[in-house]
């Protein structure tokens, strides 16, 4: 009887320690599992570049209002890059102009100072050019050729700029648009399916906002170089004003 007590009692024994075995392999072997499936979800989430995300968010948010808004993009820099050559080739070094018209005049007279500024690019340069085309006549009416034609420069180079300002504001609005037609079209799903749930509202939630998020997005990048042709804008205007006033010095000082 006592054998049979202790073979029982090893029996169990080993029973017990297989299945104390058992269930260590078992949670070794799904510890393992996770690790794996944790190390192949990370580089599936790192797999789109910011291209790729970039048109994935595109793509969600529609490309009705989105192909709007990237037109606005496209025209707004183009339009901007076209100003910022033009202003850049525009500008000149007044400082050096005026001494050599200065010294033309000194040497040659009026057609020698002419002939500086006809080689001169540049609005300042043809500011000079029409005053010193009227410096025959009296002070008075090469005055009134420099202002008058001071008008006809700040007019070219404003030229196109008001088209930059309508994409900043039109962008935007685009994309507050696209994002109620949106929210429109997420609260006719939630009707249509007759039970509020959240992916449904979620869903389109963010293919709405995303319209607007593009719309800011342009209008930010256009009002930055909108800004730098402004300020650029307002330096030739101060030097144009004043190359006018020291051209006027200079005219006063040959008629003595």
Known sequence: MKRLFSILAIT????????????????????TITTLTQDADEPAGEEL??????KKRFIEGGPGFMGIVLLCLILGL????????FLNLSTTNTKK?????EDALASGGIEAAKEVCRNTKGPVASIF????????EDIDAAEKAVVAYGGVQMGQLEKNVSWISLFIALAPMLG???????????FDKIEAAGDMQPSLVAGGIKVALLTTVFGLIVAIILQIFYNYIIAKIDSIVNDME??????MDLLVKHKK
């Open 49 to 54: 570049s910011f291209h790729q995300e970039l």
């Open 12 to 31: 169990c024994l080993m029973a017990i320690g297989t299945v104390n075995a058992n269930a260590t392999t078992l949670a070794t072997t799904t510890a």
């Open 242 to 247: 004043d190359a006018s006033i020291t051209l």
């Open 176 to 186: 507050f648009m696209g994002t109620v037609i949106g929210m429109i079209q997420a």
């Open 78 to 85: 183009a339009i901007a890059i076209e100003r910022i050559i």
């Open 97 to 101: 102009l005026t001494q050599n018209v």
């Open 129 to 136: 050019y029409q005053g010193l085309d009227r410096a025959d």
